[in-house]
């Protein structure tokens, strides 16, 4: 059985995307909410800083859009490689 790569990128892209949308949005409204975690993906995309502000959540958001993205597309690309 072989994974979808489209499917994968998909998939993995939007659940991190999510992921530190949530965690962003409620450090927004709560600023002690998640500070280890979002300083942690801060330190991991550049230009990315935890500022308290809705725009750095939404630049926060894309980074990880992109990076699951990645993640997902070479985690079934490998995945596909070895199922053969």
Avoid: E
């Amino acid at each position: 059985m072989k994974l979808s790569l489209k499917g994968l990128t998909l998939a993995a892209g939007i659940f991190w995307a999510l992921t530190v949308f949530f965690v962003g949005f409620l450090n927004f409204l709560w600023p002690s909410y998640g500070r280890a975690f979002l300083d942690v993906v801060s330190s991991v995309y550049p230009g990315y800083k935890v500022a308290g502000t809705f725009g750095s959540v939404i630049v926060g958001t894309l980074y990880a859009l992109l990076d699951g993205g990645i993640a997902g597309a070479v985690f079934s690309w490998l995945y596909n490689c070895f199922a053969k």
